[in-house]
């Protein structure tokens, strides 16, 4: 990527300059991801160079739903939780795959380092490099339910996308907008390189228990391959990723992968075939894709 490359790239941080200053948001890190990623593992030590707001600090509890009174407007917030639960059962015209929103998004969205929804809803609106766009939370969400999900988008207004942002504000609650959270994402690690050979070992030891021999899920895991599982236009199907999400969060009952093991097993994992995503060709259209993107992307913006 050559030419224009410099060029888009200072035009980008020209607009999230502007943006933080009109609504006081953190800009998401070049290569940010999906709500999966939580704009990205690792934006808790942003990129040299991008615009970040203050860092909040993680609460000393973090709500429950379930610990709501019976109103109205906490009814909406449980529809909310029960959606981003059971979101194939609750929205089967919507999802394509056998994951849900909390496969990713660990206890109910709650867990520090999990890929957490706490703090998310002062980050939005957001300008994000992946389709060069000043994103909403509902544009957030459905980025999630076509790429992780491999279904397609709900209207901004439907009545599921309204209950879950309940659920999101419920748990954002005291942050203030642009505030960036201690503990969102995964912390991202420091290696960059993974063996399928070492990965394959990796995942019979310590993961196929739950996963499944073939990667093809269980009552106690998700699928981690194949066509039930995320399509490569996921922020998962990016080694390093994964590899940031599994070295702190698993295995599930226990985790106590290595780095190296997690970046291991990351590559062999987004190694097996899993559904495409018809997009992918538009995906940083300003160039900086990052090095571990599973595909070609093909910006008319970037000779190459």
Not at 53 to 71: C, F, M, Q
Not at 187 to 216: Q, W
Not at 217 to 234: H, K, V
Not at 250 to 278: C, G, H, I, K
Request: hydrophobic residues 40%; proline residues 9%; charged residues 20%.
């Amino acid at each position: 990527m050559t030419g224009l490359q410099p060029a888009a790239r200072a035009l980008v941080a020209v607009m999230c300059a502007l943006l933080s200053v009109m609504v006081g948001g953190a800009c998401a890190q070049p290569g940010g991801g999906d709500v999966g990623e939580a704009s990205g593992p690792g934006v808790s030590a942003p990129t040299p160079g991008t615009i970040a707001g203050p860092v909040a600090s993680w609460p000393a509890n973090v709500p429950r739903a379930d610990t709501l009174a019976n109103t109205p407007d906490n009814a909406r917030i449980r529809r909310g939780l029960a959606l981003l639960t059971a979101t194939g059962d609750s929205l089967p015209a919507y999802v394509g795959n056998g994951l849900r929103c909390v496969t990713c998004h660990l206890d109910e969205g709650r867990r520090k380092n999990g890929l957490p929804w706490v703090g998310l809803v002062s980050r939005f609106p957001q300008f994000r490099t992946r389709n060069a766009f000043i994103n909403q939370l509902e544009d957030r969400i459905n980025d999630c339910i076509e790429r992780s999900l491999a279904g397609r988008p709900l209207p901004h207004d439907d009545e599921a996308v309204r209950d879950m942002i309940a659920y999101f504000r419920f748990l954002s609650r005291g942050v203030a907008p642009g505030h960036r959270m201690a503990g969102q994402g995964a912390p991202k690690l420091a290696l960059t390189e993974g063996d399928t050979v070492r990965g394959a070992d990796v995942y019979r030891s310590y993961c196929a228990r739950c996963h499944g021999a073939n990667g093809e899920g269980s009552e106690l895991a998700t699928p981690l391959w194949g066509d039930r599982s995320y399509s490569i236009g996921a922020g998962m199907a990016r080694p390093r990723t994964a590899a940031a999400f599994i070295h702190t969060n698993m295995p599930y009952d226990n985790p106590s992968l290595s780095e190296q093991q997690a970046m291991d097993v990351a590559t062999w994992v987004n190694a097996q075939p899993r559904p495409d995503f018809a997009r992918t060709v538009g995906d940083w259209p300003f160039g900086g894709a990052p090095a571990d993107v599973p595909y070609r992307t093909a910006s008319p913006l970037v000779p190459r």
